[in-house]
């Protein structure tokens, strides 16, 4: 690679806040999670079924911690906000869709449920970033969220993690399956379609 091209391939990492390494330390966290359940469904060792859901709960740190530095030093970027969406959606969409998946929510009906629920935290992300601006103060603080924030899936993966510990995954997924034109579908999946359908509601709730 050529002096000058390795010097622009640089300067974006140059761009970067202190807050935007924590960032990316969210979606390394939810990048890991996913991985972990791939292994999980491949030895079917439940301990990875843990580290998973572990590394969603090391993702909120991270989550929580960006904002919290970027307030602090009072530097943000656009570049910042897009990492925030783009690490949330691994994080806090992706990650917990794929831990449903691989904890036994794998037939058809599952499937279109963990899809909307994805597809229901792109779009609460895609909201926030064009409505952020207008929800705020005077002081650039804001004061409420319209739907739930996604990591709240957080609740989600924490019922993965007990279920796991219980031993229900699996064909002893907790409150079984059904049959509906051939296709299965767990009652437990709908945890995922009341979470997606809430963080795209019009529903306030107050910013902590």
């Given at each position: 690679?050529?002096?000058?091209?390795?010097?622009?391939?640089?300067?974006?990492?140059?761009?970067f806040?202190l807050?935007?390494?924590?960032?990316?330390?969210?979606?390394?966290?939810?990048?890991?999670?996913?991985?972990?359940?791939?292994?999980?469904?491949?030895?079917?060792?439940?301990?990875?079924?843990?580290?998973?859901?572990?590394?969603?709960?090391?993702?909120?740190?991270f989550?929580?911690?960006?904002g919290r530095?970027?307030?602090?030093?009072?530097k943000?970027?656009?570049?910042?906000?897009?990492?925030?969406?783009?690490?949330d959606?691994?994080?806090?969409?992706?990650?917990?869709?794929l831990?449903?998946?691989?904890?036994?929510?794998?037939?058809?009906?599952?499937?279109?449920?963990?899809?909307?629920f994805?597809?229901?935290?792109?779009?609460?992300?895609?909201?926030?970033?064009?409505?952020?601006?207008?929800?705020s103060?005077e002081?650039g603080?804001?004061?409420?969220?319209?739907?739930?924030?996604?990591?709240?899936?957080?609740?989600?993966?924490?019922?993965m993690?007990?279920?796991?510990?219980?031993?229900?995954?699996?064909?002893?997924l907790?409150?079984?399956?059904?049959?509906?034109?051939?296709f299965?579908?767990?009652?437990?999946?709908?945890?995922?379609?009341?979470s997606?359908?809430?963080?795209?509601?019009?529903?306030?709730?107050?910013?902590?």
């Open positions: 690679m050529k002096p000058h091209k390795l010097h622009k391939h640089f300067s974006m990492i140059r761009e806040q807050a935007d390494w924590f960032t990316l330390g969210n979606s390394v966290c939810g990048t890991g999670a996913m991985f972990s359940m791939l292994t999980y469904l491949e030895s079917k060792d439940v301990r990875h079924v843990y580290f998973a859901c572990s590394l969603i709960f090391a993702a909120l740190i989550d929580v911690m960006d530095i970027a307030r602090w030093r009072q943000t970027s656009m570049i910042g906000r897009e990492l925030d969406s783009l690490a959606v691994i994080s806090f969409g992706v990650a917990p869709a831990i449903g998946y691989g904890c036994g929510m794998r037939g058809f009906y599952d499937r279109i449920v963990l899809i909307y994805v597809v229901c935290g792109v779009s609460r992300l895609a909201r926030y970033n064009i409505t952020a601006d207008a929800l103060d002081g603080k804001i004061k409420y969220f319209e739907g739930t924030p996604i990591p709240t899936s957080l609740v989600l993966v924490m019922v993690f007990w279920a796991a510990s219980q031993g229900a995954l699996g064909d002893s907790w409150f079984g399956d059904l049959k509906f034109a051939d299965t579908f767990h009652p437990l999946v709908l945890m995922f379609a009341v997606g359908s809430l963080m795209i509601s019009r529903i306030r709730f107050p910013k902590l």
